[in-house]
Nanobody, 124 residues
């Protein structure tokens, strides 16, 4: 079992930056793949960046120039850094973890463990 607790996020003006953190606990070494998703009401989760346990990353093209994912050396925490935020980035953001290898498909169905969600609001 893996437990994910998020912090950070909030409200920012367009052009600003935010970082969301995700701290994992539970089965040590089982978090092979971690990712960040966002979701608008009534929509599916949109995968953003994905990162495996050895530092491999893939970031969705639409946010590639502005969003980055990182993990600490122990693999306990993951971070989503968002720069040059736009009003259309407003959404609920979630970290996610899987005990399997990353498929790099940005699919929410790949991830069994989810954080509680963090609201990001970008005003124009």
């Amino acid at each position: 079992q893996v437990y994910l607790v998020q912090s950070g996020g909030g409200a920012v003006q367009a052009g600003g930056s935010l970082t969301i953190s995700c701290v994992a606990s539970g089965s040590t070494g089982s978090r092979s793949c971690m990712a960040w998703f966002r979701q608008d009401p009534g929509e599916e989760h949109e995968g953003l960046p994905v990162m495996d346990s050895i530092g491999g990353t893939k970031i969705r093209d639409s946010v590639k120039s502005r969003f980055t994912i990182s993990r600490d050396n122990a693999g306990v925490s993951a971070y989503l850094r968002m720069n040059n935020l736009k009003p259309e980035d407003t959404a609920m953001y979630y970290c996610a973890a899987s005990t399997r290898l990353c498929s790099w498909a940005f699919s929410e169905y790949e991830f069994a463990y989810w954080g509680q969600g963090t609201q990001v609001t970008v005003s124009s």
